[in-house]
């Protein structure tokens, strides 16, 4: 069985996560918008749930695009009231396909409606809330249904309404998280540790991925707070059960103090203070020095707790301003400690406009 992975808005970043999680499956073809798996049968609403980076899952119909093949899947439904049905075009431009089978199925006696928008694909919000049947047009040579799509609510309801979310101290979102406790490709009986853990947002997607060797620490008491109120409230809100996390309010470089072994680090650290793009070349150097002094103390002290062939799975800055890239070239220091690197260097995420690009780095010891 063949299925469509369509990827979010960093797509090499979403591609990893995928293969992180099946690693089994074979690829059977890569493009900038979506990935297609060849695999067992697969449940695509659970396995959607477990990815943070995939936008929608849908099963491949045909390597074709065939407007009869999507007409007998919607005669086949069994519809209420008007039937709703959508296409989605990735890596190709639309066409005129819906209008042609809106028309069949109208000569067919079945009341339909084709649900467009003004992009070339329709959002999960617009397939959730209008409840549509929604096809993927994939490079024009793949036909995919939809079978599942990002439950956007439920992310949004753990970042914004959660009780604390302090952009000084945790400004992750829940999707990056996610997606760095997958490209850990850990056990679930794995200790997992947040030594940066700022709000509780890598904690709280590790509990939901079901892993319960949770640990959070952090130099800031005020943090450790927030991740406290908030890790309760997820609890009580999931209706989680036996859930058991520990929480220690320490410095990074006296780490191994309070925690003796854990099979991996997930973790933002300081990325530094809030980069406008106006800032002199000698300022961004700066910021440069002292971050890449953390880091560097930060994986001596991770060397001391990881047990053998731990895993890192980190983020990185990349401060990009007046046109120049700055970046913390601490890689040989960290490999001279004794870590590997395993991901490519080109795991970013980032949105539009943004200074400070997140470069997801992932290591071994």
């Known amino acids: 069985m063949m299925y469509a992975f369509i990827l979010g808005h960093n797509p090499k970043l979403s591609a990893a996560e995928i293969l992180a999680v099946l690693p089994k499956a074979k690829l059977v073809i890569q493009a900038d918008s979506f990935l297609i798996l060849e695999d067992v049968k ?12 995939t936008i929608k899952i849908g099963e491949v119909l045909a390597e074709k695009i065939d407007q009869k093949i999507i007409v007998e899947k919607l005669k086949k439904v069994k519809a209420s009231n008007k039937l709703k049905f959508g296409l989605s075009y990735y890596n190709c431009p639309k066409d005129k396909l819906g209008m042609e ?50 439950e956007f609510e439920e992310y949004s309801k753990r970042d914004y309404g959660r009780p604390v979310r302090d952009m000084q101290s945790g400004s992750m979102p829940p999707k990056l998280a996610k997606i760095m406790i997958n490209l850990a490709q850990l056990k679930s009986s794995a200790i997992i540790i947040d030594p ?39 609890v009580k809100n999931q209706e989680l059960k036996n859930k058991i996390y520990t929480l220690h ?48 103390q930060a994986f001596a002290e991770f060397k001391k707790i990881l047990t053998k062939n731990g895993k890192v799975v980190i983020v990185f800055p990349s401060f990009r301003v007046a046109g120049k890239i700055y970046e913390l070239e601490i890689i040989d220091e ?19 406009g943004q200074k400070v690009y997140r470069n997801i780095k992932v290591f071994r010891i």
């Open 196 to 234: 940066f853990c700022g709000s509780g947002t890598v904690l709280q997607e590790a509990l939901l991925l079901n892993y319960n060797n949770i640990i959070g620490s952090d130099i800031s008491a005020k943090a450790i707070q927030d991740t406290k109120n908030n890790l309760k409230w997820l």
């Open 42 to 53: 697969i449940d695509c609403q659970k396995l959607l749930r477990q990815l943070g980076g």
């Open 249 to 296: 309010n320490v410095n990074v470089i006296q780490l191994s103090q309070v925690v003796t072994k854990v099979d991996a680090i997930v973790s933002e650290p300081l990325l530094g203070p809030t980069v406008r793009g106006t800032e002199k070349a000698e300022q961004i150097e700066k910021i440069v020095s002292e971050l890449s002094e953390l880091y560097t």
């Open 101 to 150: 089978v809106k028309t069949e199925l109208k000569e067919a006696g079945i009341s339909c409606r084709l649900v467009t928008s003004r992009d070339k694909a329709l959002s999960s919000v617009v397939v959730t809330k209008n409840k549509v049947h929604d096809f993927l047009i994939l490079g024009n040579k793949f036909l995919a249904q939809t079978c599942a799509v990002q």
């Open 334 to 352: 960290i490999k001279k400690l004794g870590f590997s690197q395993l991901s490519d260097d080109k795991l970013i995420y980032s949105r539009q």
